[in-house]
């Protein structure tokens, strides 16, 4: 079969993929100079005070993906519920914090004015758009729409993780904005990012460098946290298996505690079974470590609402 040479082109691509890995992207990284260690006792007591940020969930966008990148399907309680792998709908979140004295933040970033129907601008490489079918995601409402309601502007940028579905609303932020991340996201090496790197660093583009939080691991603690402003009003907690650096964010709203688990939980039926994600996932026992850590907080804590990655709870 003679191919063309676009096709070529897209096979020598994917042939680079498999001889070698790469890092997820080519951004420097430098450490965090907001938050500051703290520990798993002072978020829970943190509870127990007025919640003082506004929190708003977006639904930035719609899509579906195979249920076995979401969800252990070999996991015992999936076999036995006759789970099958199937495109599964999902959806994109962004969330919006309003500090009273910090400014407005956002976990995750939603999606940009690129995905539009008809834009002519794509970050994303032809590989990324057919491996990850990214050409489904329907678009309900772009970053730049939800950020210029945002009083003083976006002032940074909480990422759950780097992953290519939790950074396409980089672009419509504005040039220097601050992007935060967990430690190692940046530099693992696989063989996938060999061809996603290039889209991951143009969608990472505005952000220019990116700031790792600096968690410390200590002796007895069920996870290492940050307090984001020193205040007890939003904290980081290292939460890793889906990648190294995964980021769960707790918030103490004015609505009450929200736990953002990212993607240490994508879906609903993950959490309420308490089965850890499935192949989209580089360590699976890292990965049941951590969600069984963010579950038993919210059990202890049941005013805690849940945000899972890429589903919402019915109430
Ligand atoms: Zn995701």
Same mark, same amino acid.
């Given at each position: %079969?003679?191919?063309? !040479? ?11 993929? =498999? ?10 990284? $430098? !450490? ?32 579906? $993906? ?15 519920? +006759? ?15 309003? #500090? !009273? ?28 758009? %057919?491996? %990850? ?7 309900? *409402? /772009? ?8 009083? @003083? @502007? ?5 990422? /759950?993780? $780097? ?6 609303? $980089?672009?419509?932020?504005?040039? +220097?904005?601050? =992007?935060?991340? @967990? ?18 660093? *143009? ?7 990116? *700031? ?7 002796? +007895? ?12 009003? =939003? ?5 890793? @298996?889906?990648? !190294? +650096? ?19 939980? #994508?879906? *609903?039926?993950?959490?309420? #079974? ?14 049941? =470590?951590?969600?069984? %850590? ?15 990655? #890429? ?5």
């Amino acid at each position: %079969m003679k191919l063309k !040479p676009f096709k070529q082109g897209v096979l020598a691509l994917a042939a680079a993929a =498999v001889l070698s890995g790469c890092d997820t992207t080519t951004l420097k990284t $430098i !450490p965090s100079e907001l938050g500051k260690t703290s520990s798993m006792a002072e978020l829970k007591a943190s509870l127990a005070k007025p919640g003082t940020v506004e929190f708003t969930k977006h639904l930035s966008a719609n899509w579906a $993906i195979n249920l076995s990148g979401l969800l252990n399907l070999e996991h015992p309680k999936a076999v036995k519920a +006759g789970l099958e792998d199937r495109q599964e709908p999902i959806e994109i979140y962004l969330y919006s914090l309003q #500090h !009273p004295t910090r400014g407005a933040f956002l976990v995750d970033s939603g999606v940009s004015e690129k995905l539009l129907p008809g834009s002519t601008e794509s970050d994303l490489s032809y590989l990324v758009k %057919m491996g %990850m079918g990214t050409d489904a995601i329907k678009v309900n *409402r /772009t970053t730049k729409s939800i950020s210029s309601e945002l009083a @003083g @502007g976006v002032q940074g940028v909480f990422l /759950t993780h $780097i992953h290519i579905d939790h950074i396409l609303g $980089i672009s419509d932020l504005p040039v +220097g904005i601050e =992007v935060f991340i @967990g430690p190692g996201d940046a530099r693992l090496n696989n063989l996938t990012n060999a061809a996603v790197q290039g889209s991951t660093d *143009r969608l990472l583009v505005n952000a220019g460098v990116l *700031r790792e939080w600096q968690f410390e691991e200590s002796e +007895g603690e069920q996870a290492s946290v940050i307090d984001i402003f020193g205040d007890g009003s =939003v904290w980081a907690i290292h939460s890793p @298996g889906h990648t !190294p +650096g995964t980021t769960a964010y707790l918030i103490n709203s004015t609505e009450g505690p929200q736990l953002l688990t990212g993607d240490a939980c #994508h879906t *609903r039926w993950g959490w309420e #079974h308490q089965v850890e994600p499935g192949s989209f996932s580089v360590n699976p026992e890292q990965s049941v =470590v951590s969600l069984n %850590m963010l579950e038993g907080l919210v059990k202890a804590f049941p005013q805690i609402t849940v945000h899972m990655g #890429h589903q919402s709870l019915i109430e």
